[in-house]
Each structure stands twice: as C-alpha cells, then as structure tokens.
C-alpha cells in the first residue's frame, strides 16, 4: 500500500523500490535512462511510478547484474520478466473471485507464510553469493559474483562488457565497495594467475587494469572540489612502485567528496616527491608501497618531517603509509597507516573538517 493505496492501482515511487530492491535511487534512474528498464505508465506522463510488473523486471535486473550478466543483456531478459509479469497479474485479477476457501481462511486467521517467501529482494545478493559459478578460470574464492562476471569478461578480453560491468558496479555499489568487495579481488586473482601461469593472462590483467583505471578516473571526473584553494592531497608512489591503481580509487573518492587532489601516479623518484610537496603544500601525502620490497621508510619520514607556509605558522603534511608494503612497522610522527579505502578518505576529510 502507497498512502493507503494499492500498489497495483497506482504503483510506488521510485524511492520504495530502491528500498524493496536493496539498491539507490540512483541506480534505478540510472538504469530507466542507459537501458530503458523505467516503468511501463508514469503518472501524468513524467512521474516514475512503478507496478509490481515493473518491480518484478528490476528485481530480474539486479539478479542478472550480480550474476556478471552486462546490464545492456540484463535490461533485454528483465523487460521480457515484465511482459510476463504483466500477462500473470492480468490472469490472476481475473481469477480473484475463484479463491480457495481454504487460503481465504488462513488469511483471516493471519497465518504466517513461509519464512523463505519473506526474504526481501535486497537479500537476494549475499544469499546467491555464495553460489557463484565459475570466474573464467581465474582462483576466485569467496566473493561478490560481480567479481566473477568481471573475471569471465576479462578472460574472453571483452572490453565493452567490462566497462558496462564496471560502471554498473560503481552505481549499484558506490565506489568504496565497488573497490574493495569488486575491482581490488578481481585485479588480485588476475594477478596470482598471471604468477603462476609462467606469464600467460598478461594480457587479461593489461586490459582489466586499464578498464578499471578508466572507470575510476570517469568516476573522478564527475566530483569537484568545494575549496580550489585549499591546500591539496598528493598521490605518489613511492620510487620503484609501479601499481597505482589503489591510488586511482583514493583518487576518486577523494573527489566524490569535493576535496582537491594531486595524482603524480607510479614511481615518483624521491626527489620529484620532495620537490612536488614543497611547491604544492599539500595537507596529506599518501604513498602506496604494494610490497615490503618498494616501502622506502626513511623517505615517509623526510616527507612527514617536511614544513611549508610563512614563517611562525609553518605545518607538515600528514603522510598516509597506504598498501600491505607498510605492514609491519610501526608508523612514527606524523604518518597514519590506514587499514583500508574508506578509513583512508575519513582520515584525510577530518583535515579539512
């Protein structure tokens, strides 16, 4: 019921289905305007208002995406569920009046239907997570069946479904999580593949890396910082670094909450660093080592010891030892080691708080 009306009367908003489904409003505009899954009738022909045939296409779309299904393929399966949908509803309004009596009974009785029948849309996900099929032959273990859908794409080097893969992972999931739970493990298992496969899938690691990079960097593009000119954050590698794409993603996050940033990307030399932070004045430096083998320990310290601004008010960045190359030291003065994407963005927003 919608303020006391039928949902099949005038349908629900756009808001209740987000809810029902377990996804943002965003995405089910998102999806309506790239893929034309919107409702068959909209109220005085603008307003989304959506039946339970077009909530049952949705609740098809969201299976079929974190199936690994492209959302262009999903939105063609889900409209044909709406067709149906609307044939059933249609052949069950007609056969109201033939109820059972028993069924009547046990509605007047309020007897409770089966616990399975109540699990939500919204749960649907995590209860197939585990479920998942193969993921191209990549070592995928426990993980969300986009990364699996990913996975299949890259093998068959697809790059149109990956980059619809991956947007719609961004929108369904927001960035943070379309990180850590779908690109990083997908980018991994290409990455043990390519390790112990004597250099063969370089190819599929080249090309997810690059989609996702893409992705990231579109993902960028659409924030902007609020203050131009407050002091920055700068993005480096450490020297002999050569992964930046955890970068790319701090990146993004860090303009999807409008604060500015400096990307110098993979292999910063030590002293183009210094240089670039002593022009720059940034408020935080973070430096991504992947392995203990890149972490350069003393140069973090030259740059978390390093002061700019006017005499008497002088300050020093604070220097984020972000990537597993850190671990196992302890951080000194001035340096923050965070545990993963979203403390990294909470730590950096607070300096600007």
């Excluded at 249609?90 to 009785?109: D, F, H, I, M």
Aim: hydrophobic share 45%; glycine share 10%; charged share 20%.
């Amino acid at each position: 019921m919608v303020n006391g009306v039928s949902d099949t009367t005038h349908g629900i908003t756009t808001g209740a289905v987000a809810r029902r489904l377990g996804v943002s409003p965003t995405t089910v505009r998102s999806w309506d305007r790239r893929y034309g899954t919107g409702p068959a009738v909209r109220a005085d022909g603008r307003h989304r208002r959506w039946s339970p045939a077009d909530v049952a296409m949705l609740a098809e779309m969201c299976h079929l995406t974190a199936s690994g299904v492209p959302p262009a393929e999903a939105a063609r399966a889900a409209r044909h569920v709406r067709a149906r949908a609307g044939a059933t509803a249609v052949a069950v309004t007609a056969a109201g009046s033939a109820e059972a009596p028993a069924a009547r009974s046990a509605k007047a009785k309020g007897r409770a239907e089966p616990v399975e029948s109540r699990v939500s849309p919204a749960d649907e996900p995590s209860r197939r997570r585990h479920r998942a099929g193969p993921g191209g032959g990549l070592p995928l273990a426990d993980v969300r069946q986009e990364c699996r859908g990913l996975a299949r794409a890259a093998v068959r080097l697809d790059g149109p479904a990956l980059e619809e893969l991956l947007q719609a992972v961004l929108d369904r999931y927001g960035l943070v999580a379309a990180w850590e739970e779908v690109m990083a493990p997908t980018l991994h298992a290409v990455g043990r593949k390519w390790e112990s496969s004597d250099d063969r899938y370089v190819e599929v690691e080249h090309l997810l890396s690059w989609h996702v990079s893409t992705a990231l960097r579109r993902a960028a593009a659409t924030g902007r910082p609020t203050a131009t000119s407050a002091a920055p954050v700068v993005l480096a590698c450490v020297p002999a670094e050569q992964h930046s794409l955890p970068l790319e993603a701090l990146a993004a996050g860090l303009a999807e909450r409008g604060l500015p940033t400096r990307m110098f990307g993979a292999a910063v030399p030590a002293e183009a660093l210094d240089a670039a932070v002593r022009r720059s004045g940034p408020a935080a430096v973070a430096l991504w080592s992947q392995a203990r083998s890149t972490a350069n320990h003393s140069l973090a310290r030259h740059i978390a010891a390093t002061t700019f601004g006017v005499r008497g008010a002088r300050t020093s960045p604070l220097v984020l030892l972000a990537g597993p190359g850190w671990l196992g030291r302890t951080p000194g003065p001035g340096m923050l080691r965070p545990a993963g994407l979203r403390e990294a963005l909470d730590s950096i927003a607070r300096l600007y708080a």
